[in-house]
């Protein structure tokens, strides 16, 4: 039998007197540890829509889902409660007040680009976060239309909306007969024969709906479109409104003003002070980079010039500030140019260096594994590699590094 659905025509009753009419155990996949419960008359919506089911209690009973089937509406409830009993049902209203600002808001912008466009909504659905304890933090609507809109247009489109809602007009639900429907223009995403349901904002918009709507546009507070992106030749917009707008607002205020606080700058000048900012860290980068060019290049002439003069076998260069790739590219150069075994020291933390060791292929009297092994033994370094290169970490004792170094030299 179908129930009756109170939120239908009014979806500010928070609180319901009913008899259950029905109640089992749930056999439906999941959720085999619930009851199904059917009511005369409910407050609950169902899930449906892209949107979630009402979120309450039957007494003090938690409801966990609610479908519809057939018209009737099921609730999904943590415990039994036994056919016959009159029960109070309680649904937590101001998430739906939330859900109710955001989906008409989705219906007031669908209905202005239909309006200008002609394009039809193709999807939509409500996206809520959650926080650890099951609280909605955030809810977005996500709607397709199949169209291209362009920046300037969506703008404008946005303006309208927020007129609209400021114009402060009814909103409310119709349940034609499909006789009535014949003589009525309105979206719908489906061909609906029979139970049709529009919600209308009275001057804007006429669209198939199954979900409990508000009573005014006022209600919407605002809306915000706060991305959009081509989609299978359309367009995807997520949006926002109503309190879950304000919200965004103050938190996207207290980053804007972070923003002025670090660069002086003034509230509608951050974007413009951000981008000089990121174009002068980019020179930097630039300056930085030739600069370790050059003392690569500088180190690398006096390198050469010692091993040379000194005729070594091994040679071991301290850089705590290089990089990794200063210290790789040092020791190519030098590795080309002679056939000393280099060995780098480079990125000091916490008394420990990182090391790399490289050798020119040509050198095949020494063994860079038997090195890295030798090494481990006598000076407690990690790491390991190939014949030619070998890199890792090793404790900041430069004596020790210096005796080991001088006593392979030997
Ligand atoms: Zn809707």
Same mark, same amino acid.
């Given at each position: 039998m179908k129930?009756?659905?109170?939120?239908?025509?009014?979806?500010?009753?928070?609180?319901?007197?009913?008899?259950?009419?029905?109640?089992?155990?749930?056999?439906?996949?999941?959720?085999?540890?619930?009851?199904?419960?059917?009511?005369?008359?409910?407050?609950? !919506?169902?899930?449906?829509? %892209?949107?979630?089911?009402?979120?309450?209690?039957?007494? &003090?009973? $938690?409801?966990?889902?609610? /479908?519809?089937?057939?018209g009737e509406i099921?609730?999904?409830?943590? !415990?039994?409660?036994?056919? %016959?009993?009159?029960?109070?049902?309680?649904?937590?209203? &101001?998430? $739906?007040?939330?859900?109710? /600002?955001?989906?008409?808001?989705?219906?007031?912008?669908?209905?202005?680009?239909?309006?200008?466009f002609g394009y039809s909504n193709v999807g939509f659905h409500l996206s809520e976060t959650s926080d650890e304890n099951?609280?909605?933090?955030?809810?977005?609507?996500?709607?397709?239309?199949?169209?291209?809109?362009?920046?300037?247009?969506?703008?404008?489109?946005?303006?309208?909306?927020?007129?609209?809602i400021a114009s402060n007009v009814p909103v409310y639900a119709l349940l034609p007969s499909a006789e009535e429907a014949k003589d009525i223009a309105y979206r719908s995403k489906l061909d609906i024969e029979e139970n049709l349901r529009l919600v209308v904002i009275e001057g804007y918009d006429i669209c198939?709906?199954?979900?409990?709507?508000?009573?005014?546009?006022?209600?919407?507070?605002?809306?915000?479109?706060?991305?959009s992106m081509p989609h299978r030749g359309g367009m995807r917009l997520t949006l926002i409104a109503g309190i879950d707008a304000v919200k965004d607002y103050i938190d996207i205020h207290k980053d804007n003003k972070k923003i002025m606080n670090i660069l002086s700058s003034k509230r509608n000048e951050c974007a413009n002070a951000v981008e000089n900012l990121y174009e002068k860290s980019m020179q930097l980068h630039e300056e930085n980079s030739a600069l370790k060019k050059e003392i690569t290049d500088l180190n690398t002439k006096e390198v050469i010039k010692k091993i040379t003069e000194n005729n070594?076998?091994?040679?071991?260069?301290?850089?705590?500030?290089?990089d990794e790739i200063q210290s790789r590219k040092l020791i190519n150069e030098v590795a080309l140019?002679?056939?000393?075994?280099?060995?780098?020291?480079?990125?000091?933390?916490?008394?420990?260096?990182?090391?790399?060791?490289?050798?020119?292929a040509d050198v095949t009297d020494?063994?860079?594994?038997?090195?890295?092994?030798?090494?481990?033994?006598?000076?407690?370094s990690r790491g390991g590699g190939s014949e030619q290169m070998i890199q890792g970490s090793i404790p900041a004792n430069d004596d020790l590094i210096n005796s080991f170094f001088e006593e392979m030299n030997k």
């Open positions: 129930t009756k659905k109170i939120f239908d025509t009014d979806a500010f009753i928070k609180e319901n007197k009913t008899t259950v009419t029905k109640c089992a155990l749930s056999e439906r996949e999941g959720f085999e540890k619930l009851y199904e419960a059917v009511t005369d008359s409910t407050i609950f !919506s169902p899930e449906g829509g %892209g949107q979630k089911s009402d979120e309450g209690f039957f007494d &003090d009973v $938690r409801v966990v889902d609610v /479908q519809e089937f057939d099921i609730h999904f409830l943590e !415990s039994e409660i036994p056919a %016959g009993t009159e029960v109070l049902q309680k649904i937590d209203l &101001d998430l $739906r007040f939330r859900r109710m /600002q955001n989906h008409n808001a989705e219906h007031l912008i669908c209905g202005l680009i239909h309006k200008k099951r609280n909605v933090i955030r809810i977005e609507a996500v709607m397709d239309v199949d169209g291209p809109i362009d920046a300037k247009d969506l703008e404008e489109i946005e303006l309208q909306a927020n007129m609209a198939a709906c199954c979900a409990p709507c508000l009573k005014s546009s006022a209600e919407m507070q605002l809306v915000k479109i706060i991305d070594l076998k091994f040679y071991v260069f301290y850089a705590p500030d290089f140019k002679t056939k000393t075994v280099m060995a780098v020291m480079f990125e000091k933390k916490n008394s420990t260096y990182r090391f790399v060791v490289g050798k020119n020494i063994s860079l594994r038997e090195l890295a092994k030798n090494m481990q033994n006598k000076l407690s």
